[in-house]
């Protein structure tokens, strides 16, 4: 048994870009175990995100996040010209977001279950204090969009994603 016939490594490949975020497919119709080889980064974290967590945003100014949810799911939230945009990530329909410096993003994980994620982080320099400080928000997210989003998710992919109050 060789151990190259049940694992295959794919690069990442952009579909599209909304204005500055990158969404990345990631194609996972392979009937064996497949390994999936994220760009090229500085370091790498494992992120738990709680149930029932509301993240405040936050900005880097020295470093491109590259996310990619490995078990569960979450809502991520980028803001650009003063508007929320809404991002499911999910282990079921994986892909990578790439953000870079300069935009204010956060994680709401409405489920009951965790969410775990990996950030590949590209340094543009280093780290500064302020970037991992809270930013105070000037609108509120919208959880009926939130919401609405985890529910077409769950019925489109036919599995039971208990949601928790927040």
Same mark, same amino acid.
């Given at each position: 048994?060789?151990?190259? +016939?049940?694992?295959?490594?794919?690069?990442?490949? @952009?579909?599209?870009?909304? &204005?500055?975020?990158?969404? @990345?497919? =990631?194609? *996972?119709?392979?009937?064996?175990?497949?390994?999936?080889?994220? %760009?090229?980064?500085?370091?790498?974290?494992? *992120?738990?995100?709680?149930?029932?967590?509301?993240?405040?945003?936050?900005?880097?100014?020295?470093?491109?996040? /590259?996310?990619?949810? *490995? +078990?569960?799911?979450?809502?991520?939230?980028?803001? &650009? #010209?003063?508007?929320? /945009?809404?991002?499911?990530?999910?282990?079921?329909?994986? /892909?990578?977001?790439?953000? %870079?410096?300069?935009?204010?993003?956060?994680?709401?994980?409405?489920?009951?279950?965790? @969410? *775990?994620?990996?950030?590949?982080?590209?340094?543009?320099?280093?780290?500064?204090?302020? #970037?991992?400080? %809270?930013? +105070?928000?000037?609108?509120?997210? #919208?959880?009926?969009? =939130?919401?609405?989003?985890?529910?077409?998710? &769950?019925?489109?992919?036919?599995?039971?994603?208990?949601?928790?109050?927040?």
């Amino acid at each position: 048994m060789s151990l190259t +016939k049940t694992i295959a490594i794919s690069d990442l490949e @952009c579909i599209h870009a909304t &204005q500055g975020v990158d969404i @990345c497919s =990631v194609d *996972v119709d392979v009937p064996n175990v497949t390994e999936f080889r994220i %760009p090229s980064s500085h370091e790498t974290n494992l *992120v738990y995100i709680a149930p029932g967590s509301v993240e405040e945003l936050f900005v880097h100014h020295f470093q491109t996040d /590259q996310l990619l949810v *490995v +078990k569960g799911s979450i809502v991520l939230v980028v803001l &650009q #010209d003063g508007t929320y /945009q809404y991002i499911l990530m999910s282990d079921r329909h994986p /892909q990578v977001v790439k953000i %870079p410096p300069g935009i204010p993003h956060g994680a709401i994980n409405i489920n009951a279950e965790p @969410c *775990v994620a990996i950030n590949s982080v590209i340094r543009h320099g280093p780290p500064h204090e302020r #970037d991992y400080r %809270p930013l +105070k928000r000037r609108l509120p997210y #919208d959880l009926t969009i =939130v919401q609405a989003i985890v529910e077409e998710f &769950q019925q489109s992919t036919k599995v039971d994603i208990k949601p928790t109050r927040i």
